[in-house]
Each structure stands twice: as C-alpha cells, then as structure tokens.
C-alpha cells in the first residue's frame, strides 16, 4: 500500500468533513498526490492536487473556493477539506500520485490510486 484515504461518512448538506491520504512510501517533492471523486453512474473526476513540497495547488473549478488541499507534515498525510457539503458531493473520494508531476487533472499521470473512502451527504 502506497497511499490510503480515509475520512468519509455520512454527513449532512452544509456540513464539512474533511479526508485524509495517507502515505506510506518515500515521495519526491515534485510529486503530485491529487484527489478524485466518482458518484454512481458517473465517471471519475478531479478534485485537486497538491505538490508534495507543497508549493502549488490545484483545484476543479466545481469545488474552488469550498475544497481545500494541504498537507500535513507531522501525520505525513495529504488532506482534503471539504466545506459547505451538497448532495451531489457524494461519492466515493480517491487519493492518487503522479510521479511526474505534470498534467494534474489527467487521471493517466497517476500511477497509484488509493482505495476509496465513501461520503454520503443527506439534504
């Protein structure tokens, strides 16, 4: 196991929950761990990502502004923070890496992904 999320649940619309990637290998600082979702009957879709040194993030434009990245160094863990929560945010949430770090938002750059971790947001 390189990467694990956690953090899901069954939370209400316009709570916040947050996630959690941990991490288990040595990472380099140019790597990006990115987070994705996947809702029934949909296909998977970025989120976001974050260079492991932490000097860029980036976002979907669906959840600027209400998703957070970061990392947290002494947890050696990427987190999401998800705020504001809508029914259409249920999902189950993945963490992934991208070696190369480049092309954040293709899912072909990731070559490890995270078993999922399951939000169910109730309105």
């Known amino acids: 196991v390189q990467l694990q999320a956690s953090g899901g649940g069954l939370v209400q619309a316009g709570d916040s929950l947050k996630l959690s990637c941990a991490t288990y290998v040595t990472i380099l600082r140019s790597t990006l761990i990115g987070w994705f979702r996947q809702a029934p009957g949909k296909e998977r879709e970025f989120l976001g990502a974050?260079?492991?040194?932490?000097?860029?993030?980036y976002y979907a434009d669906s959840v600027k502004g209400r998703f957070t990245i970061s990392r947290d160094r002494a947890r050696n863990t990427v987190d999401l923070q998800m705020n504001s929560l809508k029914p259409e945010d249920t999902a189950v949430y993945y963490c992934?890496?991208?070696?190369?770090?480049?092309?954040?938002?293709?899912?072909?750059?990731?070559?490890?992904w995270g078993q999922g971790t399951l939000v169910t947001v109730s309105s």
């Open positions: 974050l260079t492991w040194s932490g000097s860029s993030t």
């Open positions: 992934a890496k991208n070696p190369r770090g480049i092309r954040y938002s293709s899912q072909d750059e990731y070559d490890y």
